[in-house]
């Protein structure tokens, strides 16, 4: 059984700053993308920052300058560093990964909890 657990969401003022982590764990043979989508209860649930196995990044035009995603390989970790937040980037963050399990030959997306960030004016 492989699980995703994040943390780090709260409430934070206009202008500051919030750090996302999201752990798989389980019996992972291996992670291939990892990324981060968030959703508010009027929109569908959109992709905002995503890195491949080898740490190449793509970001959604809304974040790009402000947030930052990053991986620990090692911890089985993804990270996103928001900066610069504003009352428009509240909204529930999922993680998402795609993890082949020991003894599979395929990979599987699997999605975190999500975790409520909101931005205070």
């Known amino acids: 059984q492989v699980q995703l657990v994040e943390s780090g969401g709260g409430l934070v003022q206009t202008g500051g700053s919030l750090r996302l982590s999201c752990a798989a764990s389980?019996?992972?043979?291996?992670?291939?993308?990892m990324g981060w989508y968030r959703q508010t209860p009027d929109k569908q649930r959109d992709m905002i920052a995503s890195?491949?196995?080898?740490?190449?990044?793509t970001y959604a035009d809304s974040v790009k300058g402000r947030f930052t995603i990053s991986r620990d390989n090692a911890k089985n970790t993804v990270y996103l560093q928001m900066n610069s937040l504003k009352p428009e980037d509240s909204a529930v963050y999922y993680c998402?990964?795609?993890?082949?399990?020991?003894?599979?030959?395929?990979?599987?997306?699997?999605w975190g909890q999500g975790t409520q960030v909101t931005v205070s004016s």
């Open positions: 998402n990964a795609l993890i082949r399990y020991s003894g599979s030959t395929y990979f599987q997306e699997y």
């Open positions: 890195i491949t196995s080898g740490a190449s990044t």
């Open positions: 389980g019996s992972i043979a291996s992670i291939n993308a």
